[in-house]
């Protein structure tokens, strides 16, 4: 069998592009999330400032350029998934993640004005494994730059 790549199909079959968006579930869309972050560890991204404090309209459209929700965002595959823009709200809509959640991810109150994708990926896993990150790894956050 011999790969071709999406364009290459395109121009001798009708290439489905909603079976692309049908074809990923949270957990693969999470886990995705988490690998682009670990491709590059030590990469600082900013975060976004008192998520909790918004009312839901401005959180919704909360984004910051070189955020966590940006590198998600630059991926093709999660594009091609239905992620639509590097927003608060469609992250969280694309995601499936609660305020809760997604505040632990990417808020400056515990993570500060930058934190490494490496951290952020663990605070992914996290969400996707159900549980909450554990003091250690909260006070080892703290501590690496």
Known sequence: ??????????????????????????SERLERWAQLLEQDPQKR???????????????????EDGSAISIAFQDQVLRDAGLK???????RRFFELTDGQLHEVI??????ETVSAATVARHVRAVLSGKRPGMFSRMHDAFVW
């Open 45 to 63: 991204l900013r975060t976004l400032r008192e998520t909790e404090y918004q009312t839901e309209g401005v959180r919704a459209l909360l984004r």
């Open 1 to 26: 069998m011999e790969h071709q790549t999406l364009e290459k199909l395109q121009a001798v079959a009708k290439v489905d592009q909603d079976y692309l968006r049908r074809a990923m579930s949270r």
């Open 85 to 91: 823009d590097d927003s608060y709200g469609e992250a």
């Open 107 to 112: 808020c400056y109150c515990h993570l500060g």
